[in-house]
């Protein structure tokens, strides 16, 4: 079973940062495939970035390519979102998702609380 809690969300000026963060306690993180989703109001969840299990390939959705990053830190467990240049679309409840051994773009097997990112216009 793995226990994963979302922070560094909040509200933003469009064109600003922020640096989510998710951490998981009762497993290591170093091989579950592990990514960020992301669902605005009215919206169905979309997929936002994840990094692979193997190898730490790291894929984005198009619409954030070039502005976010993911990356891991196996010693404190923890798998972050840098997010530059925010816009106003940008603004949802963002979740993180860790698949055992899988690559997850849809779907994960353990889920955090999600965390609220506002960008103001």
């Known amino acids: 079973q793995v226990h994963l809690v979302e922070s560094g969300g909040g509200l933003v000026q469009a064109g600003g940062s922020l640096r989510l963060s998710c951490a998981a306690s009762?497993?290591?993180?170093?091989?579950?495939?592990v990514g960020w989703f992301r669902q605005a109001p009215g919206k169905e969840r979309e997929f936002v970035a994840v990094?692979?299990?193997?190898?730490?390939?790291?894929y984005y959705a198009d619409s954030v390519k070039g502005r976010f990053t993911i990356s891991r830190e196996n010693a404190k467990n923890t798998v972050y979102l840098q997010m530059n240049s925010l816009k106003f679309e940008d603004t949802a409840v963002y979740y993180c998702g860790a698949s055992y051994y899988k690559t997850p773009r849809s779907s994960a097997d353990y889920w955090g609380q999600g965390t609220q990112v506002t960008v103001s216009s």
């Open positions: 990094v692979s299990w193997i190898n730490d390939n790291t």
């Open positions: 009762g497993r290591t993180l170093s091989t579950y495939g």
